[in-house]
């Protein structure tokens, strides 16, 4: 079976957040499945040198987008038993972020034609398109509608994942025939609520609809989570599965990973607390093993939930704890966490930025990880957190939900702390409920097992992807 791809990140050419991962993992996992999997992404600026002087030129093409015709370069590089597919336009990628411009929709309704031209001039005939989140989602449009008659591509299955669907590409009802080249006949299979929605097309469009956790996929057919597709997403239930993401174990091993101060495994979790002394030492904060350190990764954005950790961070702080934080977002949020941890001295930390080093020092150093999102479509954070033995604190929704079990010191089962409701008392009671887990050390003790113990690999995760290939191939 020959599946390509389609993404705006990949890790490690592309990441700015759990995309990157999954994109990064997934296609060597069903390759060692044996499928063909291959992955094709926007030739950036910030890819890295070493990447790109190993990349081999393919070929050009021409690009029709409306009006327009427009260059094209093919790169080509294997990486991991993985071949990644570049497309080459500087005008469009050459730029200093992947997102955030005034033509993003003019921008990856380029990357999505040129994804279908490239098939003209490649080797790799891919049976299925995996498509991923809105900006390839005018790929399953198009072939449905200017290609539907087209032999070279009437055969083609698409599969089209919602990694999140707050964002859904949504732009200028104008763009229709002035960008996207397509006629008015098709301008009701591509529009919601009088907006030209990437999203919604490929949603109606695709032979298959998937989304990153079971949980999730049921969830966006409330207007709560569906954040205004909730209808659209129901007329198209039949085809849609929700299969939770895994993690690269591998790249995520505390008894290899060498960024650790010492390395770790379920037999042996005390060199745990040699990881949680240099983070406190690397960090600035007390160096005392006894302390629970508290961390939060991610981006700091609403939907992660950071207003229930304001509202309570007081009460938080009156606890004997230790607070590290790493991200960026929203500068309000930003600016708190960097107030707080000045106020706070040796107890707290707040970096912001990004670096998958510290991450890991943290996943590995900490004992807690707070993650209570509001929306959360699967979340690899409190997957790689347990799997360093860090117990995650999280709100039940989405992925959270689907790998996330609450821990019971009568029957000793669980590998978290959770709570239900969008409210921060909730949460604080989530607290309470790990510091006392915390010095109970036999309560503590199988909490980490526990933890060590849950299985994120991407085993299960593929048969699933694999069966359902199955269905449309
Ligand atoms: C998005 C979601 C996150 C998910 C990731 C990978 O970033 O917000 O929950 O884990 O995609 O699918």
Not at 221 to 227: E, I, L, N
Not at 262 to 269: E, L, M
Not at 271 to 282: F, P, S, V, Y
Not at 409 to 418: D, V
């Amino acid at each position: 079976m020959r599946i390509l791809f389609l993404s705006t990140e990949a890790d490690p050419f592309a990441k700015s957040g759990g995309l990157g991962d999954v994109i990064g993992s997934l296609p060597r996992e069903l390759k060692d499945q044996g499928i063909d999997a291959r992955v094709m992404l926007p030739l950036y600026k910030s890819i890295k040198q070493k990447y790109i002087k190993d990349m081999k030129f393919i070929s050009d093409f021409s690009v029709d987008l409306a009006w327009r015709n427009i260059y094209c370069g093919l790169f080509e590089i294997e990486y991991d038993g993985v071949t990644f597919y570049f497309l080459d336009n500087e005008y469009y990628f050459y730029r200093d972020n992947y997102y955030g411009y005034f033509d993003d929709g003019e921008r990856f309704a380029y990357f999505s034609k040129a994804v279908l031209s490239s098939l003209g001039v490649l080797d790799f005939k891919p049976e299925i398109l995996h498509c991923n989140e809105w900006q390839t989602a005018l790929i399953p449009v198009y072939l449905k509608t200017l290609l539907k008659d087209d032999p070279n591509y009437n055969t083609i299955k698409t599969v089209f994942t919602i990694h999140n669907i707050e964002y859904q590409g949504r732009f200028d009802k104008n763009l229709l025939s002035d960008i996207l080249g397509l006629s008015e006949e098709f301008r009701n299979l591509i529009t919601y609520n009088n907006d030209i929605n990437f999203m919604k097309g490929a949603i109606v469009t695709c032979d298959k609809l998937t989304t990153v956790s079971p949980t999730y996929a049921e969830e966006i057919t409330y207007s709560f989570y569906g954040r205004g597709l909730e209808e659209i997403i129901k007329e198209n239930q039949y085809k849609l599965k929700g299969i939770l993401n895994g993690i690269d174990t591998k790249l995520y091993d505390p008894e290899k990973d060498k960024t650790l101060a010492a390395n770790y495994a379920i037999n042996n979790s005390k060199n745990k607390e040699m990881n949680k002394k240099d983070l406190q030492k690397n960090l600035g904060l007390k160096i005392d093993s006894s302390i629970p350190i508290f961390a939060i990764v991610g981006r700091m954005v609403e939907h992660k939930g950071i207003d229930m950790i304001i509202n309570i961070f007081e009460e938080l702080m009156n606890e004997k704890i230790q607070v590290v934080v790493l991200g960026t977002g929203m500068k309000e949020y930003e600016d708190f966490f960097k107030k707080k941890a000045y106020d706070y001295g040796d107890r707290m930390n707040t970096v912001i930025g990004f670096s998958s080093e510290l991450a890991t020092k943290i996943y590995a150093g900490s004992d807690f990880f707070l993650m209570p999102s509001i929306s959360e479509p699967c979340g690899l954070a409190q997957m790689i957190a347990l799997r360093y033995g860090t117990i995650p604190i999280v709100r039940e929704t989405g992925g959270l939900k689907d790998s996330i079990s609450a821990f019971s010191p009568e029957n000793g089962i669980g590998n978290g702390i959770t709570f239900k409701s969008i409210n921060s008392q909730d949460l604080l009671g989530a607290v309470k409920r790990a510091i006392k887990f915390y010095w109970n050390k036999d309560n503590w003790h199988v909490l980490i097992k526990n933890a060590l113990k849950s299985d994120f690999s991407w085993k299960q995760s593929t048969k699933e992807y694999m069966s359902m290939y199955e269905e449309i191939y």
